[in-house]
């Protein structure tokens, strides 16, 4: 199978089954009500979290898969995880930025709750998974 498809969809499968952990997990400290405990929270809200992150993360996995697919013929794999990298923060601080400046003006800890647990578990995705070259996957098929 291709390489690049590979390591995306590992990628993808990470952040969404440990992302919404994380999120629960920071919602669940900022509004810490010492009657909820986190497994409780956990264990009511994760399917649900889950499925939506899912959802709604379908487009990214297939615009992640042509990023990679498309760098990967061009440069070594060292490059692509830092490009990604680099376009995660990117995105990261440009989403910061934009809920900073609505009109509601929401908390940062509101936003590091929304927007943290999804880049921080794509960037551990990114680093903890393998990807390998070009070169290699032809010889395997070969």
């Not at 993360?57 to 697919?69: E, L, Y």
């Amino acid at each position: 199978m291709n390489t690049s498809f590979l390591y995306s969809l590992k990628v993808w499968l990470l952040m969404v089954i440990v992302a919404p952990l994380l999120h629960l997990a920071l919602s669940w400290l900022m509004i810490h009500d010492p009657q909820i405990s986190l497994i409780d929270e956990i264990r009511k809200d994760y399917i649900m979290a889950a499925d939506i992150v899912l959802l709604l993360t379908i487009p990214f996995a297939v615009i992640f898969w042509i990023s990679v697919s498309s760098l990967l013929k061009k440069h070594g794999p060292q490059y692509v995880k830092q490009a990604l990298t680099s376009a995660i923060f990117a995105i990261l601080i440009l989403a910061f930025f934009e809920l900073m400046l609505e009109k509601g003006r929401p908390s940062v800890t509101s936003i590091a709750v929304i927007i943290f647990p999804y880049a921080i578990t794509g960037i551990i995705g990114i680093w903890l998974h393998e990807l390998q070259p070009v070169d290699v996957e032809e010889e395997i098929h070969t």
